[in-house]
């Protein structure tokens, strides 16, 4: 093969490579932005013999009764990950803490979601019976990643609270000593939400992951939460 020829071949290499990576840019999960309506995909329940419709919980309309409706803190991991384990307990606790506050008990769902096949379902189910968490922590599937992308959680952990209007308050990446806090306004924010017009959206630090939270103070000031 020529100079001229070799040439040819680089430059056609190039282009393939360039538009490859263009292409997995492309198809790289969004981001749904804070102050916005939340996607609603639906979950595989761990028998894999049902599913979950979260629209019933957090969309409004007359398919949806409003003595149904709560707000939804979702916490997608990867079984085989240290951090995500790490993070599902402090999920759990969040939870846990949650149910003995007052003003926030019975107004929010906790659902763990596991990404791994249906088969591994019962090493997720099997974490919270061994520390007793039954409602309000339940454990979902989304083997395939459906509802991951839909929410453009393109890696793991990552958690959302979503109002029961179905507005996106709280976008927790990974998780860090911080985390517990940020789960914890993203939930007093989405028991909150009462239809006001969002503020802007902004974005800080959490440890070994970041937080996206509206600008709005989430303490309730009458009872506050302390982490």
């Known amino acids: 093969m020529d100079i001229e020829a070799k040439e040819v071949m680089r430059k056609a290499l190039a282009v393939v490579m360039l538009f490859g990576l263009a292409l997995a840019e492309g198809a790289r999960a969004q981001a749904v932005p804070l102050g916005t309506m939340a996607p609603a995909p639906h979950l595989l329940t761990p028998s894999g013999d049902s599913y979950m419709f979260l629209s019933e919980l957090y969309h409004e309309g007359e398919d949806h009764p409003q003595d149904r409706r709560s707000a939804v803190a979702l916490c997608f991991i990867g079984q085989d990950s240290a951090a995500c384990a790490e993070v599902l307990q402090r999920f759990v606790a969040v939870a846990g803490k949650v149910q003995g506050h007052e003003s926030l008990k019975r107004q929010v769902r906790f659902y763990v979601v596991g990404t791994d096949s249906l088969g591994r379902s ?46 996106l308050v709280a976008d927790i990446e990974g998780g860090g000593s911080d985390y517990a806090k940020a789960l914890a306004k993203g939930v007093v924010k989405a028991v909150k939400d009462s239809g006001v017009a969002q503020k802007p959206a902004r974005v800080r630090s959490v440890a070994a992951g970041s937080a996206r939270e509206s600008a709005a103070d989430p303490i309730d000031p009458d009872q506050p939460m302390r982490w």
Do not use: E, W, Y
């Not at 309000?136 to 959680?153: I, N, W």
């Open 122 to 167: 019962d090493r997720l189910t099997g974490f919270l019976a061994r520390n007793r968490m039954g409602p309000p922590v339940l454990a979902f599937l989304d083997p395939h990643r459906k509802a991951c992308q839909a929410f453009g959680a393109d890696t793991l952990p990552r958690t959302f609270v979503i109002s029961k209007r179905g507005i």
